[in-house]
């Protein structure tokens, strides 16, 4: 798998490349025809070279896959898959947000640059899905930027209540002032939350091309056919200088969704 180019924009001012990618669990499939994917996927992310991995739906242990998929060729891993999943070097962060009866899974981040302390906060709104956000500051060009890693719920007005957590988590969280970016899986597929999250300063970080173009462009979902934008960053104190998507029958097969990449740059 061939490692996604740069663009232009690095030969400037110093630009911070993000990835953010919903893994499914490093599994596919169901019954007979389920497979892991946890391999391919380690493949994925070091050609995605980014700075920063932003990971959601990521295992810590789960009894039953590692039953399953213990004596495959390649095997379940030891680690758990956020530690697996870290190109060499790499610094890794890793909350639980679900327990469930086998195993759990949560967010993670994989960073290139130093991490400080990490923090978790709940952002569960109903007894039917356990949600949280991950909360790690990485120094980078001298100041730290602060990232949250968040996986939003099914319903919308769960959503619109779960945006109003975020932001009091960075009001009391964060300094002011501070560069912060939000990654993750935000299941919004009406596209109504880039309202609620500028009221709270934080803008998406789109191909600076023209909307329509550039929402197109930037589809991650469903991988083999993508027509809906449910994974993003938001960000404040950044720029954006550039979105990629990596396509393709390798890329739609090790997920449900594709990774987006942005390229980020102080403002």
Not at 11 to 39: D, W
Not at 123 to 132: I, K, L, M, P
Request: glycine share 10%.
């Amino acid at each position: 798998m061939r490692t996604l180019t740069r663009s232009a924009a690095s030969a400037g001012a110093p630009v911070l490349r993000v990835a953010t990618y919903n893994i499914h669990k490093g599994v596919r499939g169901m019954g007979p025809a389920k497979r892991l994917e946890i391999h391919n996927l380690q493949m994925g992310v070091q050609a995605l070279d980014a700075d920063l991995v932003c990971l959601q739906e990521v295992r810590h242990f789960h009894h039953r896959d590692a039953a399953q998929f213990d004596h495959t060729w390649f095997g379940w891993p030891d680690q758990g898959q956020a530690e697996f999943l870290a190109p060499a070097g790499y610094e890794v962060a890793y909350r639980t947000n679900a327990v469930t009866k086998y195993g759990e899974h949560g967010n993670a981040l994989l960073s290139r640059f130093p991490i400080g302390k990490v923090g978790h906060h709940d952002v569960s709104d109903h007894a039917f899905e356990q949600r949280g956000l991950l909360h790690v500051p990485v120094r980078w060009q001298g100041v730290d930027v602060h990232v949250v890693v968040a996986h939003l719920g099914l319903i919308h007005a769960s959503r619109v209540r779960q945006v109003e957590r975020l932001a009091g988590f960075v009001r009391e969280h964060v300094p002011e002032g501070a560069p912060v970016l939000v990654a993750g899986d935000f299941n919004d597929w009406g596209e109504r939350l880039d309202t609620p999250m500028r009221a709270h300063g934080l803008q998406r970080a789109s191909a600076p091309h023209g909307a329509s173009w550039g929402r197109l462009r930037a589809a991650t979902f469903p991988s083999r056919l993508p027509v809906f934008t449910l994974d993003r960053v938001y960000t404040r104190g950044l720029h954006c200088a550039g979105v990629q998507v990596p396509r393709g029958p390798v890329w739609a097969r090790m997920s449900d969704h594709l990774p987006l990449l942005v390229e980020l740059t102080l403002a």
